[in-house]
């Protein structure tokens, strides 16, 4: 061999790379973190036996009453007995199909609008935020399809968390966005006017907001005139949200250079251009974490309206285990209820993670 010729690099050795590598530079790299290594893993390995065995092993799946839970884990027949309340509420059974195809069109809707691909997403897009709630809310009602008249008071469960939820979420973004321009205007009265309307409704809790449009707006309606407490509580869900969505947008406008703003009028580009084509595309953008993050919130804080006498999931939960017939089982109740929050939740942080990719346009190194 040639002095000038040398050997192929070697591979790192083995317990360097991947998991195994990991594990010894971060959990057995000393005797003290081995110990405690083994004694966490120990007491993690115990829990999640002992929640396997109580939620799954040991649970009883079978039966329609209390007699069925015989075992001495989770008693899910509870659960399935209940199920179409924990869903729909008080709904009326012969009609439970208008929920249902609400909660069917709604989740091809959304999966049309998060493939990226899908045709005419734009017009889709549109439908769903303008028509498909008035028509949604009259056949849940029942007032224009010459159905049978369902009032809202006897909505609730999911049904209730998610009208909420969407109404909060889809409403209080533009509003919070024009809020938040209005907040860094240039015109004293418009500044003044966002900044207050802010700060007024981020000081007062979101209790308070439910007591206040519940019993107070009535109060500023004209003599005849009435809104179900349902629209009361949208009302009031979208005021509070959209002070905080104003905050949240506002902290986006102002991580935008200075060069940006100065670049759109040397285009000559007016106002509305400028905020439309330039900035709003990057501050919202930015603030993608910050926004999902209160609708995440926003999700969680429907469980209040029961305060005001509306029973979402969580409330048909705990009116479900005042029930003589099934006392004993909250637990199951409040597990199942845990469930349907993370399962949402989770899913619309996963869409937010995966949208913040796709928009990424910086540099990784």
Known sequence: MKKHEFLPDLPPPANTRGMMGW???????SPLNTILTFVIAFFACK????????????????GTTRDACTKSGACWVFISVRFEQFMF??????????????FATLAILTALLAYHKTPKRTWIFLFTVTIYPFLMAELLEGTLFGLPVV???KWGGLLITLIIALVGIVVSLPIGILLALGRRSDMPVIRSLSTVYIEVWRGVPLITVLFMASVMLPLFLSHGAEANKLVRALIGV????AAYMAEVIRGGLQAIPKGQYEAADALGLNYTKKIVLIILPQALKITIPSIVNTFLGLF????LVLIIGMFDVLGIGQAANTDPSWLGFATESYVFVALVFWIFCFGISRYSIWLENKLNTGHKR
Do not use: C, Q
């Not at 509420?89 to 609400?102: I, Q, S, T």
């Open 23 to 29: 594990m010894l530079k971060n959990l057995f790299n």
């Open 89 to 102: 509420g008080f709904y009326p059974e012969a009609e439970l199909w208008r929920p249902k195809l609400f």
């Open 238 to 241: 979208v005021m509070f949200s």
């Open 151 to 153: 009032e809202p008071h």
């Open 47 to 62: 829990g999640i036996i002992s929640v396997f065995d109580w939620a799954i092993l040991d649970a009883n799946w079978i």
């Open 300 to 303: 969680k804080d429907t469980s």
